[in-house]
C-alpha cells in the first residue's frame, strides 16, 4: 500500500545543513502535494514546508523562510527538504506527508505520513 519514508536526519552543529528525504512507494508522488512537518517535544506541530503537485509552487513557514528549500526527484519518486543554517529551534521529529486530496494552500486532507526523522541541531 501507500508509504512514505523519511530519513536524513542527525545531529548538526548550528549553522550546519542536512538534507531530508521523503520517498513514496505505492503511488507515483508527483501527482500530490507534499508537506513537511516537524514536532518537538511540548510543541504543536508545525508545517514548515509544502510543495504543490499541479505547478510547483512551494511554501515556507516564516521560521524557516531562506534557509529550508523543497524539492522534487521524479526519477527517485521522492522529495526533498534542504535545510540549511541550522538553528537549535530546528531541533524536532520532521514527518512528511500526504493525503489524495491534500493542497498546499488548504492544509487539509492529510492521510498518509511517514514514520519521522529526528533532527537535533546543538553544539
Known amino acids: 500500500q501507500v508509504q512514505l519514508v523519511e530519513s536524513g536526519g542527525g545531529l548538526v552543529q548550528p549553522g550546519g545543513s542536512l538534507r531530508l528525504s521523503c520517498a513514496a512507494s505505492?503511488?507515483?508522488?508527483?501527482?500530490?502535494?507534499i508537506g513537511w512537518f516537524r514536532q518537538a517535544p511540548g510543541k504543536e506541530r508545525e508545517r514548515v514546508s509544502c510543495?504543490?503537485?499541479?505547478?510547483?509552487?512551494?511554501y515556507y513557514a516564516d521560521s524557516v523562510k531562506g534557509r529550508f528549500t523543497i524539492s522534487r526527484d521524479n526519477a527517485k519518486n521522492t522529495v526533498y527538504l534542504q535545510m540549511n543554517t541550522l538553528k537549535p529551534d530546528d531541533t524536532a521529529v520532521y514527518y512528511c506527508?500526504?493525503?489524495?486530496?491534500?493542497?498546499?494552500?488548504?492544509?487539509?486532507?492529510?492521510?498518509?505520513w511517514g514514520q519521522g526523522t529526528l533532527v537535533t541541531v546543538s553544539s
Open positions: 506527508a500526504t493525503g489524495p486530496f491534500y493542497g498546499c494552500a488548504t492544509n487539509k486532507g492529510l492521510e498518509v
Open positions: 505505492g503511488f507515483n508522488l508527483d501527482y500530490y502535494a
Open positions: 510543495i504543490s503537485s499541479r505547478d510547483g509552487s512551494t
